[in-house]
């Protein structure tokens, strides 16, 4: 079996909280009494630009929110997203005590807007952990495209085979898998130990 030499990592729901998923954005839209049919339907159109990169974040309020008066200003709604992001201390403190022993190239491929992305590398010390991050807003691709694993692995030029992705969420594994990469789908800290153990990660 070929020795580990790359570890890829999904941010949301695997090292943090997911950073603007359905419970936060239901988490809002409950706190600032907005009609959830009326916004989904207007997510649904902006959403794909939005985690590309493609539009800002004050645009995808703009079309999203603030289309009309509220009740609200821009910068109460934009901090109360920003704080629903919250570390998984223990993963995060695993994925530093890997990154420290040098053996890895540790990078990301994830799914996020710029904006909420980019407060989330600074405010968990991300930049301290990993080398890289492929994420959708910066290369305009999203999970589970089969071409943003293929950029990770071209860009790194790393071997799928020696490479590993942990993810929560199965179709994202599945589309890495096809690529060659070694996946294993995050459930705990504890599994997660024991299977990249099983691959050789210590």
Known sequence: ?????????????????????????????EHFRLDAEEFQSRHEMVVSSFERGK?????????????????FSREEFREYMYSLSKPMPEVLAYARELASTGRYFMATINNESRELNLDRIEKFGLREIFRLFVSSCFVGLRKPE?????????????????SVFIDDRALNLECAAKLGM???QMQNLEQLREELGRLGVK
Do not use: C, H
């Not at 089969?146 to 020696?162: D, F, H, K, V």
């Open 1 to 29: 079996m070929p020795k580990i030499s790359a570890i890829f990592w999904d941010v949301g729901g695997v090292l943090l909280t997911n950073a603007w998923d359905r419970s936060e954005r239901t988490a809002t839209l």
């Open 55 to 71: 539009i800002s974040l004050d645009e995808y309020l703009d079309r999203t929110i603030f289309y009309r008066n509220r009740s």
């Open 146 to 162: 089969s071409g943003i694993y293929r950029l990770a692995i071209e860009t790194t030029q790393m071997n799928p085979e020696e």
């Open 182 to 184: 070694r996946t294993i």
